[in-house]
């Protein structure tokens, strides 16, 4: 069975910076097109960049500048580094990944993790 796993969520005061991990497990391949979103209390759950196979990467343009995603192909974890926090970053962070397992390609999204900026 393939999950995804975030980690590295928290509490920072703002312009700090946190490191936001998706690690893949269970019969996984390779893992494609991965997404990080994210949903404040309240508000629609909203993608915040994205990175496909060859490493094109997309952002929003609220976290444009300040947020870098990557990957870690051998690994078949993505992050998405977090600098300069405002107090609106705060959300729940979910990764979204499509991930081949030797016969389909299933999307699948982590259990998300907390991300709070204070002021």
């Known amino acids: 069975q393939v999950q995804l796993v975030e980690s590295g969520g928290g509490l920072v005061q703002v312009g700090g910076s946190l490191r936001l991990s998706c690690a893949a497990s269970?019969?996984?391949?390779?893992?494609?097109?991965l997404n990080w979103y994210r949903q404040a209390p309240g508000k629609q759950r909203e993608l915040v960049a994205s990175?496909?196979?060859?490493?094109?990467?997309n952002y929003a343009d609220s976290v444009k500048g300040r947020f870098t995603i990557s990957r870690d192909n051998a690994k078949n974890t993505g992050y998405l580094q977090m600098n300069s926090l405002k107090p609106e970053d705060t959300a729940v962070y979910y990764c979204n990944a499509a991930i081949y397992d030797g016969v389909v390609t299933r999307m699948k999204w982590g259990q998300g993790t907390q991300v709070t900026v204070s002021s």
């Open positions: 990175i496909n196979g060859d490493g094109i990467t």
């Open positions: 269970g019969s996984v391949l390779s893992v494609n097109h």
